[in-house]
């Protein structure tokens, strides 16, 4: 079992950033393919960023309307992954949430389905 606490969401004005967290208790994430989803009220759990690993080299894929202001990441020690939010409007509020599955390949993956364990969300408001 894989237990994933993300942090970093808030309040912030339209044109802010904002970097999301997600740790895994007790264990690092090199033998998983990690993901970022969000979902505002009323609409589906959506794709935001994915990020995955095979050897030394990173693979990352984001969803077309954020791939020039998210950046997502992975600090050295391996324990956390980031997503850094930049130019933030307020269509981005939702809740963020943070996904991982066991990948041995680098393989990234995209839909909400592909992953077996999620976080409980951080809520991210974004005012205009």
């Known amino acids: 079992q894989v237990q994933l606490v993300e942090s970093g969401g808030g309040l912030v004005q339209a044109g802010d950033s904002l970097r999301l967290s997600c740790a895994a208790a007790g264990r690092t994430f090199s033998n998983y393919a990690m993901g970022w989803f969000r979902q505002a009220p009323g609409k589906e759990r959506e794709f935001v960023a994915a990020?995955?690993?095979?050897?030394?080299?990173?693979?990352?894929y984001y969803a077309d309307s954020m791939k020039v202001r998210f950046t997502i990441s992975r600090d050295n020690a391996k324990t956390t992954v980031n997503l850094l939010m930049n130019s933030l409007k307020p269509e981005d509020t939702a809740v963020y949430f943070c996904?991982?599955?066991?990948?041995?390949?680098?393989?990234?993956?995209?839909?909400?389905?592909?992953?077996?364990?999620w976080g409980q969300g951080t809520q991210v408001t974004v005012s205009s």
């Open positions: 996904a991982a599955r066991w990948s041995l390949s680098g393989n990234y993956y995209i839909r909400a389905t592909d992953y077996v364990y």
């Open positions: 990020i995955s690993w095979s050897g030394d080299t990173t693979y990352t």
